[in-house]
């Protein structure tokens, strides 16, 4: 479905007053691909240098976008914000979790200020309004050389559609600015702040304390001391969370007593 917009994203129109120290060093708004993920990490393939730390890459459409798990990300072109920024990083500086929990803080913190809509991060990687779905994060990692790796840092977020864009299978659990807020929706607006958000923590490495950023996650995380059902290593798990740290994981209280740690990248929430 082809969904009409009040205009398109252009590069120009982001970088207008972003001033950004990294995030944003170059803008590339693209008309269709097939994952802005899969596309910013091939560009650099074989490429070690700096020159595309902070780059960001924007598509109005994915052929073929990708959320956590493998599971597919689906928006009407033009009706939503996809991109990546990709980050040149020292190995071992932060834990993988640390930039998802880094991203979801930006995002949700971006959206509240550019929008009346007031989202809150649900574990491990996804900011829901209520308990409906407005947009997903999702963080790949590969080595570039000894040292050295990539950060690509994929979010997606839901910003012109209707109910009836989405489709049967998640109408009831998916949602839009455009249906939450009571204003017109800027996608350049909301862009332009979710870019100088993730500048502000990438921009300068320490603002990624694992403490700090477990502190921030929390205090806008709807998450905590509820009652979840995960799913890890083929065993179900029920119980109440009671914390979410980058290095250890979601701390669940179980309903058997125990407490457990379970790792986003190997946990599936039911």
């Known amino acids: 479905m082809t969904l009409a917009t009040p205009h398109q994203l252009r590069a120009s129109d982001l970088r207008n007053d972003l001033d950004t ?17 899969t596309y910013a990490l091939n560009s650099i393939s074989g490429e070690s240098g700096r020159s595309w730390d902070g780059q960001v890459v924007f598509a109005e ?14 928006v009407p072109r033009g009706a939503g914000l996809m991109f990546t920024t990709l980050l040149r990083e020292p190995v071992g500086r932060s834990s993988p979790a640390s930039y998802v929990m880094a991203a979801a803080v930006a995002t949700t913190d971006a959206i509240a ?7 809150a991060i649900r574990w ?17 990692i590969r080595t570039l050389e000894p040292g050295a790796r990539v950060v690509a840092i994929g979010i997606g977020v839901n910003c012109l559609q209707h109910a009836d864009h989405f489709a049967d299978d998640i109408r009831d659990r998916a949602t839009s600015l455009e249906i939450e807020s009571k204003y017109p929706v800027d996608r350049v607006r909301v862009g332009r702040a979710i870019l100088r958000r993730l500048d502000h923590f990438f921009a300068d490495p320490d603002r990624i304390d694992d403490e700090n950023l477990s502190s921030l996650w929390q205090q806008r995380s709807a998450d905590i001391n509820t009652r979840v059902n995960l799913q890890h290593d083929g065993r179900a798990y029920t119980g109440r969370i009671v914390e979410v740290h980058p290095r250890t994981g979601l701390l669940l209280q179980l309903d058997s007593g125990a407490r457990r740690e379970f790792d986003p990248a190997t946990t599936t929430r039911l």
């Open 21 to 37: 120290r990294r995030v944003g060093r170059e803008i590339l708004v693209l008309p269709e691909i097939d994952s802005t993920n």
């Open 61 to 74: 459409m994915q052929t073929a976008g990708r959320g956590r798990l493998g599971r597919s990300w689906r």
């Open 113 to 119: 200020e550019s929008t009346d809509v007031e989202p």
């Open 124 to 140: 491990p990687n996804d900011i829901y309004v209520g308990t409906r779905k407005l947009a997903g994060i999702l963080v790949e």
